[in-house]
């Protein structure tokens, strides 16, 4: 199957696009992992989005296609892909669409994962890192240390990110439904959208996102 994820920050997509992908056997592209690869390989791509990013400017679309489409060109992505952080805005979807056209392909479901504004704030503003290890991450809702401010596994100090400030994160937020929402219109119009709710336990949601990709799959 080839999938594209969409849904807010917060809505878990990292987390469900490693699940589902291993359960479909096909690679997940992310664009995180696209421009880190690219950019540590030295790539000529990886080159030029570099010169952006150092200079604070945001990376052109031309350039993240190009990226996207070297890796979707590779073997393993022969019998299906499923791209998270891509596309991000219209254009993007546009382009991606005249892509896979050139190649004769077509994408078979973009899975939205619908998440409530507030439960999306809850979720990243009540995160908490440890300054010690930051793979030690606590929330003061669904995972509070036992001792307020203190890492339960090496008694480090507990901190907020800056980006998960709720000012931040309604900043996001912002971008997220200007910039990439409309592309959920986008591919409505094309019969492609199938939306689950992302709230509740990860293989919850897992399991509602491979039925309904199942059933996507069938009625094609």
Known sequence: MRIVLVGPPGA???????????????????????????????????????????????????????????????????????????????????????????????LDAVLDLEVPEEEVVKRIAGRRICRNDSAHVFHVSYKAPKQDGVCDACGGELYQRDDDSEETVRKRLEVYHTQTEPIIDYYKAQGLVVTISALGKVEDVTGRAMEALQHEGDAA
Not at 27 to 32: A, L, N
Request: cysteine-free; charged content about 25%; aromatic content about 6%.
């Open 12 to 106: 878990g997509k990292g987390t469900q696009a490693a699940f589902l992908a291993q359960n479909l056997s096909i690679p997940h592209i992310s664009t995180g992992d696209l421009f880190r690869a690219n950019i540590s390989r030295q790539t000529d791509l990886g080159k030029l989005a570099k010169s952006y990013m150092d200079a604070g400017n945001l990376v052109p679309d031309e350039v993240t296609i190009g990226m996207a489409k070297d890796r979707m060109e590779q073997p393993d992505a022969e019998n299906g892909f499923l791209l998270d952080g891509f596309p991000r805005n219209v254009s993007q979807a546009e382009s991606l669409d005249e892509m896979l056209q050139h190649e004769g392909m077509k």
